[in-house]
C-alpha cells in the first residue's frame, strides 16, 4: 500500500509556458502532501506543504505566484510552473502522507523538468 | 551548521565488504530519525527508521547517539544492488510535516 504516482514523469518545454504536474495517492486518502525539488548533486528541498481543501504553506524563497499548488481532493495535488525558465529546470518530486500512513511520507518517482 | 550533514564519499567498497556512513544533525531535540536510499534519477525510498538507539534490519543496522547528535549506517555484506545514494533525513518541527535531507553518501559497489 501507500503508492504515490506523479504525471508527467518527464517534460520539455520552451521558456515561457507553464507546467502542470500532478501527484496522486493511488491506495490511501492524502490528508497532507508535499513538493520538492532536487537540483543535480543537491538534496530534496521542500517547496511548500499542502492539505487538502487549504492554501499551499511555502517555505522561506519559494514564490508562490510561480509554483501554484492546489489539493483539491483527498488523492490529488498538482504544481503548475508558471512562466518556466531555464533556472526552473529540475527534478520534482511529491510525497504523501495520510491517516493510514503511520505518519510516514511516501514519495512519488518525480517529474524531470527541462526548460528550453 | 548545516541541519543535516553527511560526508557526501563516494564511497568505493568491494562486494562483502562492511560500511558505515554517518550524519550528524544540529537539532537537539529531534526524536526521529530516517535513512532513505535514493537510486540515480529516482525518487527516494524508505530505507529504515530510528526511534530509540537504533534499528537493525537484516544486513543493515542504523544507530543513533543522541549526545553526539550523529545516526549511522552499517550495511554489511555489501551488494552491487546496494550502489546508491544513502539520504538521511531528520523531522522538523511537531507532526513530522517538515523533513530535512542530507546532501547524501554515494555508495559504489564493486565486484
Known amino acids: 500500500g501507500a503508492v504515490v504516482s506523479q504525471h508527467p514523469s518527464r517534460v520539455i518545454c520552451k521558456s515561457g509556458t507553464s507546467v502542470k504536474i500532478e501527484c496522486r495517492s493511488l491506495d490511501f486518502q492524502a490528508t497532507t502532501m508535499f513538493w520538492y525539488r532536487q537540483f543535480p548533486k543537491q538534496s530534496l528541498m521542500l517547496m511548500a506543504t499542502s492539505n487538502e481543501g487549504s492554501k499551499a504553506t511555502y517555505e522561506q524563497g519559494v514564490e508562490k505566484d510561480k509554483f501554484l499548488i492546489n489539493h483539491a481532493s483527498l488523492t490529488l495535488s498538482t504544481l503548475t510552473v508558471t512562466s518556466a525558465h531555464p533556472e526552473d529546470s529540475s527534478f520534482y518530486i511529491c510525497?504523501?502522507?495520510?491517516?493510514?500512513?503511520?505518519?510516514?511520507?511516501?514519495f512519488g518517482p518525480g517529474t524531470r523538468l527541462t526548460v528550453l | 551548521r548545516k541541519e543535516v550533514e553527511q560526508d557526501p564519499g563516494p564511497f568505493n567498497v568491494p562486494e562483502g565488504a562492511t560500511v558505515a556512513f554517518n550524519c550528524t544533525y544540529s537539532n537537539s531535540a529531534s526524536q526521529s530519525f530516517f535513512w532513505y536510499r535514493q537510486d540515480c534519477r529516482k525518487e527516494p525510498k524508505l530505507l529504515m527508521s530510528?526511534?530509540?538507539s537504533g534499528n537493525e534490519d537484516g544486513r543493515f543496522t542504523a544507530q543513533l547517539n543522541r549526545a553526539s547528535q550523529y545516526i549511522s549506517l552499517l550495511i554489511r555484506d555489501s551488494k552491487l544492488s546496494d550502489s546508491a545514494t544513502y539520504l538521511c533525513v531528520v523531522p522538523f518541527g511537531g507532526g513530522y510535516n517538515k523533513l530535512i535531507f542530507g546532501a547524501g553518501t554515494r555508495l559504489a559497489v564493486h565486484p
Open positions: 530510528v526511534y530509540s
Open positions: 510525497s504523501a502522507r495520510g491517516w493510514t500512513t503511520g505518519g510516514g511520507q511516501f
